[in-house]
């Protein structure tokens, strides 16, 4: 039984004008995945090295099967860390490498390498053990520091973009492992990824942007649905429209489109659409819909996404089939699919939060203090 929380981390680093990480909590309950995504510097690393020890926070708690950890190194915290690089012993073997942790907790020479023939055995390099760490592939490495993070056999596994190194296809064989090894041992697991396919291997999400939480669910309610317009422009594939939300529609230069779930409260609010859900149609169609000027497109391999302009010079990204081609200068129509595609209003709200709860020594203006979900109409 292992279970890994941490609540309300502040975190600056020396030196620096802005706390990397804002009050920021994660629990990941027993056997279970939780992945963190955001965007560069948002403070994934910075979140998970506060939960491994490595980094002592300015303020809050880190509890490792519910008790508070602050205090200890993470040798002492029931843990392990698998980092991007695979950090080999290279005077060590295949075996030797992962018999490591055994033997530093006292297993017999014999019993450890049997250990280790059994993580390796995990891991697809059963046969491997006396091979030399530096003849092997980069994804043959991972393998061995994630069977070597196994055979540690402490509670908790941390993953610091663990796969970040390796090509498409070798990435996407360690996804198919990651999910053998789960239903093996179910260990606890939280991963920080920059990859969105990587972090759905979790039963849930958490987007980190500038250093807070902004949501934390599955990845298929985070596209169905992102709470803030940051989390949105981290997953891409969606437009924003700046307008204001009246009796359940969004009002703006693009005209009146429903809001989705019962609607926003009334205010300024951005219109998140999906861009595949607006198509174009010619001026002379006879088409409902707003009249618009291709601004310029953009090619994405099968798509191609064409940023347009309504009268008064405000934008909105269509994305379209290959093939559907629009020369920039055009005039248009811009149509949406299926008014019932879901699209939602995120409203923008300032406020000084409460700045009694802040940890000494932050000097955090209004705008740093807004609490991400006061943005959010959930
Ligand atoms: N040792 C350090 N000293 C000062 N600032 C740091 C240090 N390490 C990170 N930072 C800053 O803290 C913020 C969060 O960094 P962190 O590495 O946690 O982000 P990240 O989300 O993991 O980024 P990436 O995806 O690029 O790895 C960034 O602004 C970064 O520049």
């Given at each position: 039984?292992?279970?890994?929380?941490?609540?309300?981390?502040?975190?600056?680093?020396?030196?620096?004008?802005?706390?990397?990480?804002?009050?920021?909590?994660?629990?990941?309950?027993?056997?279970?995945?939780?992945?963190?995504?955001?965007?560069?510097?948002?403070?994934?690393?910075?979140?998970?090295?506060?939960?491994?020890?490595?980094?002592?926070?300015?303020?809050?708690?880190?509890?490792?099967?519910?008790?508070?950890?602050?205090?200890?190194?993470?040798?002492?915290?029931?843990?392990?860390?698998?980092?991007?690089?695979?950090?080999?012993?290279?005077?060590?073997?295949?075996?030797?490498?992962?018999?490591?942790?055994?033997?530093?907790?006292?297993?017999?020479?014999?019993?450890a390498?049997?250990?280790?023939?059994?993580?390796?055995?995990?891991?697809?390099?059963?046969?491997m053990?006396?091979?030399?760490?530096?003849?092997?592939?980069?994804?043959?490495?991972?393998?061995?520091?994630?069977?070597?993070?196994?055979?540690?056999?402490?509670?908790?596994?941390?993953?610091?973009?663990?796969?970040?190194?390796?090509?498409?296809?070798?990435?996407?064989?360690?996804?198919?492992?990651?999910?053998?090894?789960?239903?093996?041992?179910?260990?606890?697991?939280?991963m920080?990824?920059?990859?969105?396919?990587?972090?759905?291997?979790?039963?849930?999400?958490?987007?980190?942007?500038?250093?807070?939480?902004?949501?934390?669910?599955?990845m298929?309610?985070?596209?169905?649905?992102?709470?803030?317009?940051?989390?949105?422009?981290?997953?891409?594939?969606?437009?924003?429209?700046?307008g204001?939300?009246?009796?359940?529609?969004h009002?703006?230069?693009?005209?009146?489109?429903?809001?989705?779930?019962?609607?926003?409260?009334?205010?300024?609010?951005?219109?998140?659409?999906?861009?595949?859900?607006?198509?174009?149609?010619?001026?002379?169609?006879?088409?409902?819909?707003?009249?618009?000027?291709?601004?310029r497109?953009?090619?994405?391999?099968?798509?191609?996404?064409?940023?347009?302009?309504?009268?008064?010079?405000?934008?909105?990204e269509?994305?379209?089939?290959?093939?559907?081609?629009?020369r920039?200068?055009?005039?248009?129509?811009?149509?949406?699919?299926?008014?019932?595609?879901?699209?939602?209003?995120?409203?923008?709200?300032?406020?000084?939060?409460?700045?009694?709860?802040?940890?000494?020594?932050?000097?955090?203006?209004?705008?740093?203090?807004?609490l991400?979900?006061?943005?959010?109409?959930?």
């Open positions: 039984m292992s279970t890994l929380e941490v609540r309300d981390v502040w975190h600056r680093y020396p030196g620096a004008d802005t706390p990397a990480l804002r009050g920021a909590s994660v629990a990941v309950a027993d056997g279970e995945m939780v992945s963190v995504v955001g965007p560069s510097g948002s403070g994934k690393s910075t979140l998970l090295r506060v939960a491994a020890g490595l980094l002592r926070s300015t303020s809050g708690e880190v509890l490792v099967d519910g008790r508070d950890v602050a205090d200890q190194p993470t040798e002492r915290r029931d843990l392990t860390v698998m980092f991007q690089h695979p950090l080999l012993f290279e005077h060590l073997d295949v075996a030797g490498n992962v018999a490591f942790a055994p033997r530093l907790a006292g297993a017999r020479r014999r019993e390498r049997r250990c280790a023939q059994r993580y390796l055995r995990l891991v697809h390099l059963e046969g053990g006396s091979r030399d760490v530096t003849s092997l592939s980069g994804g043959q490495q991972q393998r061995v520091a994630l069977a070597r993070a196994l055979a540690a056999e402490r509670g908790a596994l941390l993953l610091d973009e663990p796969f970040s190194s390796l090509d498409r296809e070798l990435r996407a064989s360690m996804h198919d492992l990651l999910v053998e090894v789960r239903a093996a041992l179910a260990p606890t697991i939280l920080v990824t920059h990859d969105l396919d990587e972090a759905a291997l979790a039963e849930s999400t958490v987007v980190l942007i500038d250093g807070s939480v902004h949501q934390h669910a599955s298929v309610e985070i596209y169905r649905r992102p709470a803030t317009v940051a989390v949105a422009r981290l997953l891409g594939g969606f437009t924003e429209i700046a204001t939300v009246r009796d359940g529609m009002h703006s230069a693009w005209g009146r489109l429903p809001v989705a779930d019962g609607g926003a409260e009334d205010g300024a609010a951005v219109l998140l659409v999906r861009r595949e859900s607006l198509r174009l149609a010619a001026t002379d169609s006879g088409r409902a819909g707003l009249g618009a000027r291709v601004v497109r953009r090619p994405t391999g099968t798509r191609v996404v064409v940023t347009l302009a309504g009268d008064d010079d405000s934008t909105v269509v994305e379209l089939p290959v093939g559907h081609d629009v920039p200068g055009t005039r248009v129509r811009v149509v949406p699919t299926d008014t019932r595609a879901p699209q939602w209003a995120v409203q923008h709200k300032d406020s000084p939060g409460n700045a009694d709860a802040l940890p000494p020594g932050f000097h955090v203006s209004p705008h740093e203090a807004r991400p979900m006061e943005e959010t109409r959930s």
